[in-house]
């Protein structure tokens, strides 16, 4: 097999990566952090992302990435980021307004604009951006060729010229006439959505403007892609059913290959024949960055790895967090059951707690959360081990909780970004430089460490557990109570 690269590229809601990986193993990352896109909304405090630095800050990842590098062996590349967020552009791509998030709580609060699951959903938004393009004075909106796009689908645009969704994403839809995504015309918001295309397909080929803008060669394949959970669980090698992947970013989501005759819900998978159960839990990631910010703020400040501290705290500290709970719903609970009026908490301070209980407890209130959401799997198969990924599998401490608590072993990846190498994957299959996707698995994705649970230490983490379990079970009527 020849040398030759990939590219990943990871839209987060956190930061924007990009991966290079090559052909011997290595790999180069590229980081920007994603709040240098964001910007206030006309007339609101909620903060939209600018699609144009966006594409900016890509441009310049990419540019980075391949500093030194030979850029014509950059084979293919491929899209993720989060969602379900979506932009609406003109028909000629140009954008109408700012990315609407997932974590934007205003297309929730529009009447008919609502889901069946009372979480954030491409139907929701979808439906506000029609209403908001409806109250600017927009005529015709269907006929005169805008389209909305998730962020990734975006960038895709920038680099190749075509709008397309992935039918991953259109398989989280109501609005879609069969298992290939295509999308119905049931609500006129549905017809703002462009044509589909599978995670694995090349949307198009990178173009002469975006060869001069991001230094990549001319004409290689860019594939679709898709939600950054879904292509996470690529990258951490869950392609069979009996692997679980922790992807812990911003927010967490824990997946698994769908079994045959599984009667959960599901959503299609960025592999051919495959579907994927995907729980959004919490807001973990987020959670541990809030917690850093107000009890240790120094380190915080200085944006130092906060690995150090994070160790600290659980040396200090016993499983259990000396009776102290937390409820990590700061965005809203998003599994087992929505509730996005939901709220943070912690339970049970007493004055001898200190920061590094509370920053235990914040760590055992995310993987609580967790437990809870995957205990509504038990009759999905016999999970084997958990893949994780993202910027918590660089907390070893953290891993081993969620080894003990959740009575599983914990891998640690050797490349944490695994919605970058997902993505790098696609655009690999894209560029048919595998035969199939177990090869490209098997040539990419590589175990760094496997954490084992302890059940000696199980005594606090079951105490805990029940807690949190009551806790979240008793603040459901108090949070009920605070509707909008």
């Not at 441009?59 to 030979?70: H, M, N, P």
């Not at 491409?122 to 951006?129: G, L, N």
């Not at 920038?158 to 398989?171: F, P, V």
């Not at 999308?183 to 694995?200: H, M, R, Y």
Request: one cysteine or more; charged letters at 20%.
């Amino acid at each position: 097999m020849r040398d030759f690269s990939l590219m990943g590229i990871d839209i987060g809601t956190s930061a924007v990566k990009v991966l290079l990986w090559r052909r011997d193993g290595g790999f180069r990352l590229a980081c920007r952090a994603a709040k240098e896109s964001y910007v206030k909304g006309c007339a609101s405090d909620v903060p939209e992302q600018d699609p144009i630095r966006l594409w900016q800050i890509v441009a310049a990842c990419i540019r980075e990435v391949l500093l030194g590098c030979d850029p014509q062996s950059v084979a293919g590349v491929g899209l993720a980021g989060h969602g379900p967020s979506l932009v609406a552009v003109d028909s000629d791509g140009d954008p109408v307004g700012n990315i609407i998030t997932w974590t934007d709580p205003r297309p929730l609060m529009i009447k008919d604009c609502g889901n069946t699951y009372g979480g954030p959903s491409f139907e929701a938004t979808a439906k506000w951006i029609y209403k908001q393009l409806e109250s600017a004075g927009k005529r015709d909106i269907q006929e005169s060729g805008i389209r909305v796009l998730q962020p990734k689908d975006y960038i895709g645009l920038r680099l190749t010229g075509e709008m397309r969704i992935d039918s991953s994403a259109a398989s989280c839809m109501e609005w879609r006439l069969d298992d290939t995504g295509n999308i119905s015309l049931s609500d006129p918001a549905g017809g703002l959505f462009p044509k589909v295309a599978d995670p694995w397909e090349p949307i198009g080929r990178v173009t002469q403007d975006a060869q001069e803008a991001t230094g990549l060669p001319q004409g290689i394949p860019v594939a679709s892609g898709s939600i950054d959970a879904f292509v996470e669980a690529l990258g951490a090698g869950v392609i069979e059913p009996g692997l679980i992947c922790d992807s812990t970013g911003t927010s967490t989501c824990v997946s698994l290959v769908a079994p045959e005759g599984c009667s959960l819900q599901t959503v299609k998978h960025v592999i051919p024949g495959e579907r994927l159960i995907v729980a959004p839990v919490s807001y973990s990631g987020g959670c541990l960055a809030w917690a850093m910010s107000c009890l240790f703020p120094e380190v915080y400040r200085r944006q130092l790895d906060w690995s150090g501290t994070v160790a600290e705290a659980l040396d200090r500290s016993k499983p259990g967090a000396s009776g102290l709970v937390f409820l990590p719903y700061l965005v809203g609970k998003r599994s087992p059951v929505a509730i996005p009026e939901a709220t943070g908490a912690f339970l049970g301070l007493r004055p001898e707690h200190r920061s590094y209980h509370m920053l235990r407890s914040v760590l055992e209130g995310c993987t609580y959360a967790m437990r809870r959401s995957m205990e509504a799997w038990k009759d999905s198969g016999n999970a084997m081990e958990i893949r994780a990924v993202g910027n918590g599998a660089r907390h070893p401490g953290w891993l081993k909780i969620k080894a003990d608590v959740l009575n599983l072993p914990v891998a640690s990846m050797k490349v944490k970004e695994g919605t970058a190498l997902g993505a790098a994957i696609l655009g690999g299959i894209a560029a048919n430089v595998f035969g199939s996707v177990k090869e490209a698995v098997e040539t990419v994705v590589l175990v760094d460490a496997v954490l084992m649970p302890e059940e000696t230490k199980g005594d606090g983490y079951r105490q805990g557990y029940l807690a949190f379990c009551k806790a979240d079970d008793s603040l459901e009527d108090f949070w009920s109570s605070r509707k909008v």
